[in-house]
């Protein structure tokens, strides 16, 4: 008797798991806000680390895997992913998770993007031939991002909709609650102008009315050049910058020869979840980011 019922209860247990489905995102951000609408009611992993370049995550058979066994795959689009990821759906052959198809979404659809190119300047290089892809590091954008999870999540997994639904409003309340304490902190640069490698936080400096003066990279994606170098530093002679922001997977050299050249305080600032140590969820990436610009 004793055995059936440990038989039942492992059953129940492997059901239980089977139940869940399984929400591949290809950015750890994304990770984080599925995980604040779903908790533990679906399985979760991201392609990407928080550490690498968001444009070119290496191949690596483990990825196609989880995409092979996704229910759910959760992009940021905008041509992020074009580098790397439609090889690895190639390889997963999971028609479940393609374009077009029930578990398949991508938030850039949510939003209008900035810097759209009138030409096409891919032939250069360009890894932003569709305007600039990095939005997710604009704040006030994230809960319409949780409330599309959430439509998404209530399609594929209707018994826990209302659980969703729930945990939306909970999420949309405490993150108005950080969005008032970051707007408030924020306030002191209002206006300033700054220096970035990659155009990776315009975003978030159009949200806070901070002027990019100048971009290391003269092309997105392509590395800085000497001339080009030595152009930011005629312009910081001439303009006050009040700092240079770079991201962790960026070559520190060029970022540190225009800060000693200049005096120009330079920031590592983190694009993603898990970038840095500190940076365990989606609060604390904007957390970091605005207090490591204004302590
Ligand atoms: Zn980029």
Same mark, same amino acid.
């Given at each position: !008797?004793?055995?059936?019922?440990?038989?039942?209860?492992?059953?129940?247990?492997?059901?239980?798991?089977?139940?869940?489905?399984?929400?591949?995102?290809?950015?750890?951000?994304?990770?984080?806000?599925?995980?604040?609408?779903?908790?533990?009611?679906?399985?979760?992993?991201?392609?990407?680390?928080?550490?690498?370049?968001?444009?070119?995550?290496?191949?690596?058979?483990?990825?196609?895997?989880?995409?092979?066994?996704?229910?759910?795959?959760?992009?940021?689009?905008?041509?992020?992913?074009?580098?790397?990821?439609?090889?690895?759906?190639?390889?997963?052959?999971?028609?479940?998770?393609?374009?077009?198809?029930?578990?398949?979404?991508?938030?850039?659809?949510?939003?209008?993007?900035?810097?759209?190119?009138?030409?096409?300047?891919?032939?250069?290089?360009?890894?932003?031939?569709?305007?600039?892809?990095?939005?997710?590091?604009?704040?006030?954008?994230?809960?319409? !991002?949780?409330?599309?999870?959430?439509?998404?999540?209530?399609?594929?997994?209707?018994?826990?909709?209302?659980?969703?639904?729930?945990?939306?409003?909970?999420?949309?309340?405490?993150?108005?609650?950080?969005?008032?304490?970051?707007?408030?902190? !924020?306030?002191?640069?209002?206006?300033?102008?700054?220096?970035?490698?990659?155009? !990776?936080?315009?975003?978030?400096?159009?949200?806070?009315?901070?002027?990019?003066?100048?971009?290391?990279?003269?092309?997105?994606?392509?590395?800085?050049?000497?001339?080009?170098?030595?152009?930011?530093?005629?312009?910081?002679?001439?303009?006050?910058?009040?700092?240079?922001?770079?991201?962790?997977?960026?070559?520190?050299?060029?970022?540190?020869?225009?800060?000693?050249?200049?005096?120009?305080?330079?920031?590592?600032?983190?694009?993603?979840?898990?970038?840095?140590?500190?940076?365990?969820?989606?609060?604390?990436?904007?957390?970091?980011?605005?207090?490591?610009?204004?302590?």
């Amino acid at each position: !008797m004793r055995v059936l019922s440990i038989l039942f209860l492992i059953l129940g247990i492997i059901l239980t798991a089977k139940a869940k489905i399984n929400v591949v995102t290809t950015y750890p951000y994304i990770k984080s806000i599925v995980k604040e609408i779903a908790k533990d009611k679906v399985n979760i992993s991201s392609l990407s680390d928080g550490k690498w370049d968001p444009h070119f995550v290496p191949e690596r058979p483990s990825l196609a895997v989880k995409l092979r066994n996704a229910d759910l795959l959760i992009i940021n689009g905008a041509q992020l992913e074009i580098g790397w990821l439609p090889p690895l759906l190639k390889r997963a052959n999971n028609r479940k998770i393609l374009p077009g198809k029930a578990g398949f979404l991508d938030l850039s659809t949510l939003f209008e993007l900035i810097q759209k190119p009138t030409t096409v300047s891919r032939a250069f290089g360009d890894v932003h031939p569709q305007g600039n892809p990095h939005f997710c590091l604009d704040p006030v954008k994230i809960p319409k !991002m949780a409330e599309a999870i959430k439509e998404k999540l209530c399609i594929l997994n209707p018994k826990n909709c209302s659980f969703y639904q729930e945990n939306l409003k909970n999420f949309e309340k405490s993150w108005n609650k950080h969005l008032a304490k970051w707007n408030e902190k !924020m306030k002191k640069l209002q206006g300033s102008s700054a220096f970035e490698y990659h155009r !990776m936080f315009d975003y978030f400096f159009l949200r806070y009315k901070i002027n990019v003066a100048g971009i290391l990279e003269p092309f997105p994606g392509i590395p800085p050049t000497t001339s080009h170098l030595l152009e930011l530093l005629k312009l910081a002679k001439s303009h006050k910058i009040s700092f240079i922001a770079y991201a962790v997977y960026n070559p520190k050299d060029p970022v540190e020869f225009l800060s000693k050249k200049t005096g120009i305080k330079a920031f590592l600032l983190p694009h993603d979840v898990n970038s840095l140590p500190q940076v365990k969820d989606i609060y604390s990436l904007f957390d970091e980011i605005v207090r490591r610009l204004t302590e």
